[in-house]
């Protein structure tokens, strides 16, 4: 409530409610040392009128605070409500108060928005609503590599095309200024819009539709309020749950006008994938795609990331077979038509090693520079190899190398 012991000048405040003349402050404000021309009333009944949309105030001004002091430019933001709270442990808690860690890049997170709603109708994974898988971590499929089934591989086709087109829209819509979570928006949306169910929200009580990564982030970044900036790279990794199944991408997009290394950067990343595609048909073993991938990363002086592999999918999330994409890997296996999984290299300007943020999920390098990343999921045939993520001819043309002739 307001307190009558912060009297203030009526001379020159008006009630911010009514606009009379005012002699009465909000008591959080004065603690809080905002602006008396924000925090001026007339009574206590035009303060409590205002209450609902008040007290946001109050929280705008603890993360300004706590953003000034902590993270120097991290007004690079949209504004915000008191609903948009920073990430910790896992995605389990939620709080006001900036995180305190060793950063090791620029990077900072940002509060994130409140959980996306998923309507009634859409088909949904055992995660959606506890958070927690039941099904996957029980299942054969991590310790045996299923072979689908004709029907499976037609819903993967499916579902992977649903995928491709919402990452498609999440593409358009990349520039500066624009922020992750509204990234993460455009993939929820999308996904709803055609009938699937975005796969990362709440497994593991992962809080959002999709992964942003930006810069030194190698993976599952968190969407969030900070605009994206002239010279930034992004990935923007989208998996949708269709049909029963899941198909899995990720892209590396530029932000503006962006230097030259990390053009290398991206334009490396895309070509390991490519080149371990390339070498996928039965009989191969899936430690060689390591060797591959490592072989390109080391020749234009990147490393490959250790930490995360590439993954078995289907009507699992994630199940055998793991793909490690570094050299000299101990991979188990050889690939069978019928099999399907996805390549996902992360290629790093700097060292391989990662640290973990606060939020218990963002990945970053260790050394602060920066990271890239592509992924497919593929079916291997009978002949070699099938994309069910790739590119379609609507896709934005966002590569330049892929216009060289």
């Given at each position: ?30 603690e ?25 105030l109050h ?28 990430c ?20 900072r ?12 109708h859409?088909?949904k ?14 299942s ?30 999440a593409?358009?819509i ?5 922020t992750?979570?509204?990234i ?18 709440n ?10 990564s930006?810069?030194?982030v190698?993976?599952?970044g ?17 998996t ?11 892209e ?6 962006v ?9 490396c990343?895309?070509?390991?994938l490519?080149k371990a ?11 060689e ?14 490393s ?24 000299r890997?101990?991979a188990?296996?050889?690939?069978k038509?019928?099999?399907t ?28 520079k ?12 009978e ?23």
């Open positions: 409530m307001a307190s009558e012991s912060g009297v203030v000048d009526t001379n020159t405040l008006s009630c911010v409610n009514c606009g009379k003349p005012a002699n009465l402050q909000c008591p959080k404000c004065v809080l040392k905002h602006p008396r021309e924000g925090s001026a009333f007339c009574t206590q009944e035009c303060f409590k009128s205002s209450w609902s949309s008040h007290k946001s929280l705008k001004a603890k993360l300004s605070s706590s953003l000034g002091t902590v993270a120097p430019g991290h007004q690079n933001s949209v504004s915000l409500g008191e609903d948009w709270l920073y910790l442990k896992g995605g389990r808690t939620r709080t006001p108060t900036f995180p305190h860690f060793d950063w090791t890049g620029t990077l997170p940002y509060p994130i928005s409140s959980k996306r709603i998923v309507p009634a859409i088909d994974p055992d995660w959606a609503d506890g958070g927690t898988p039941i099904v996957e971590p029980n054969d499929f991590q310790r045996v590599v299923e072979i689908k089934s004709p029907d499976l591989i037609q819903r993967m086709r499916e579902t992977c095309r649903i995928a491709r087109e919402v990452l498609d829209a593409a358009r990349i520039q500066p200024g624009v992750t979570d509204e993460d928006r455009v993939v929820h949306e999308a996904t709803i819009a055609a009938g699937g169910y975005p796969s990362p929200l497994y593991h009580f992962f809080p959002k539709s999709c992964c942003t930006v810069n030194e190698i993976c599952h968190i969407p969030d309020a900070r605009k994206l900036e002239d010279g930034d790279i992004v990935n923007v990794d989208v949708v749950y269709y049909k029963g199944v899941h198909g899995d991408l990720n590396t997009y530029f932000v503006g006008n230097d030259e290394e990390s053009r290398q950067l991206v334009k990343t895309y070509e390991c490519e595609i390339s070498i996928v048909k039965p009989g191969v073993r899936f430690r795609i390591g060797d591959v991938i490592n072989r390109h990363a080391s020749m234009s002086g990147f490959v990331v250790k930490s995360y592999c590439g993954h078995g999918i289907g009507e699992l999330f994630h199940c055998a077979p793991n793909i490690p994409h570094y050299g890997n101990k188990v296996g050889v690939m038509a019928g099999q999984f996805t390549i996902e290299p992360m290629i790093n300007a700097g060292v391989w090693r990662d640290r973990m943020w606060p939020d218990g999920w963002t990945a970053v390098t260790a050394d602060g920066r990271s890239a990343q592509f992924e497919h999921t593929l079916l291997v045939t002949t070699g190899v099938e994309v069910l993520s790739g590119r379609l001819p609507t896709s934005p043309n966002v590569f330049p190398w892929l216009n060289s002739s």
